[in-house]
């Protein structure tokens, strides 16, 4: 029997070498880079292709893509070495799948919650994991908003999730507690400003992430 584990860290919103390598440093398991144009923490494609070619061996190197057409993620995917693609739009269960078979990546597809409605509507989609966000009209993530995270237990599906929206080292320990997540997503929670982090809250994050062991055990999560 494996000894329990804590949830898994994804830490978004990256956009340049040196934190990539402090996020690595605090125990990423995912560095999130957002190439998605009407996004305050884009990557620029270049920093994007630095970041995987010195950390893909670390970490997974996910790419955030919002609605962009299949052949921009394929093509992305490749020429920057993405490992894993986050689907933050409205792709629909083909796109996602289509995505994951051109690719070779594991596929995150990520819902914004309003409601339970929104949590079983990600039932259709047959990716690698799930990602539930707060949701906020007219924005893709990067809230600081968090959700109803009682919502979580209507999930009638196995396929892991991220949990996402508003996570801070305050905060993440009482949602890990809440909802007991494959892992946890945190981009704003973790910066100065949007697209730079702060390596303290970086370690601040992974230290409460780490002393929810104890409470993992408990719930039989992770």
Known sequence: MQPPRPPRIKFCGITGLDDA?????????ALGLI??????????????????ATLRRQAEICGVFVNAPLDEVTGTADGVGLTMIQLHGDEGPAFCAEVARRTGAKVVKAARVR???DIRALETFHTDLH????HQPGRYGGTGETFDWELVHQRRTTIPFVLSGGLDPDNVAAAIAATQPYAVDTASGTEVRPGVKDPEKLRAFAAAVAGTVPAAVVEGGA
């Open 115 to 117: 409601g339970g409605a």
């Open 21 to 29: 390598k402090h996020a690595v440093e605090a125990g990423a398991w």
């Open 131 to 134: 990602l539930l966000d707060a």
């Open 35 to 52: 190439l998605f144009a009407g996004s305050p923490r884009r990557c620029a494609l270049p920093d994007a292709e630095r970041i995987a």
